[in-house]
């Protein structure tokens, strides 16, 4: 699917636009790209406008100076979707876009069909969590992405996984590299500042998607899964670490679709 580009304060972001329908925005996880979802994308898009941007830093978007806030973040799905003449949507994020998903959930409402979280959380970063992004935007600083990049893919997958799906590891790995270095370090930084978003969780009125992998070793599925709510519709992926759209796309596909004929379409 080639990639479209639309310019936001003169800086470019690209994205995908494939099927009709209800309009459908997966995000991608800090370090990935649109590419992320392309084993998600064309089952989804059968029934579904799958909308898949790169995030500003990654991908082939552009790496503005500006601060990475979450809340900025989630103004360039709104610039997007604005743009697209889209008026409300399903925005379903992985890790980093889990967190760019609450915060247009808390600024957006009234755009929202429906949200959701892979592999994500609504708390905020502790203590221990915000020395590790600074520690990592220096170590980006001093030695540049790649050494960075070989460090953090293994850990996304189920360790299993890091044997026995090589290509995999390495599709993430190459997308991973071609992030832009200063978006990357802004991107920590926006991450570690980011405030707790439980709130916006519990108060949600549309359907919420959360998604958590058994053997995910970045976010706990008790993270994701903390909120008890009638309109929580949760999916424990046993196989799956950090990274179920290469670890298990067909259960994702299937939790997805569940989710959005059943809980949204309904």
Request: glycine content about 8%; proline content about 6%.
């Amino acid at each position: 699917m080639a990639k479209k580009f639309i310019s936001i304060n003169e800086n470019k972001l690209a994205y995908t636009d494939q099927g009709s329908g209800l309009p459908v925005v997966l995000l991608h996880g800090f370090c990935g790209s649109g590419a992320y979802w392309d084993q998600v994308v064309p089952a989804l898009s059968e029934k579904y406008r799958v909308i898949a941007p790169d995030q500003r830093g990654h991908g082939d978007s552009d790496a503005p100076e500006d601060p990475y806030t979450m809340e900025a973040m989630a103004e360039d799905v709104a610039q997007l979707l604005r743009t697209l003449k889209v008026e409300k949507a399903v925005v379903l994020g992985h890790s980093l876009g889990g967190y760019v998903a609450l915060a247009f959930a808390e600024r957006y409402p009234k755009k929202l069909k429906a949200f959701g979280l892979i592999h994500s959380a609504s708390f905020p970063d502790d203590e221990q969590g915000k020395t590790n992004r600074t520690k990592n935007m220096n170590l980006i600083r001093e030695k540049g992405l790649n050494p960075f990049i070989e460090g953090l893919i293994p850990k996304l997958f189920a360790p299993e996984h890091v044997e026995s799906m090589p290509d995999e590891v390495e599709k993430a790995l190459k997308i991973g590299k071609a992030t832009k270095r200063d978006g990357a370090i802004r991107t920590l930084a926006g991450m570690r500042a980011r405030p707790d978003r439980t709130a916006v969780l519990k108060g949600s009125k549309v359907p919420v998607l959360l998604v958590a992998g058994e053997k995910d070793q970045i976010v706990a599925p008790d993270k994701t899964f903390h909120v008890n709510k009638p309109n929580m519709h949760k999916f424990l992926l046993e196989e799956a670490g950090h990274m179920s759209m290469y670890e298990a796309p067909e259960r994702l596909l299937e939790a997805m679709r569940l989710f959005l004929d059943e809980k949204v379409q309904a």
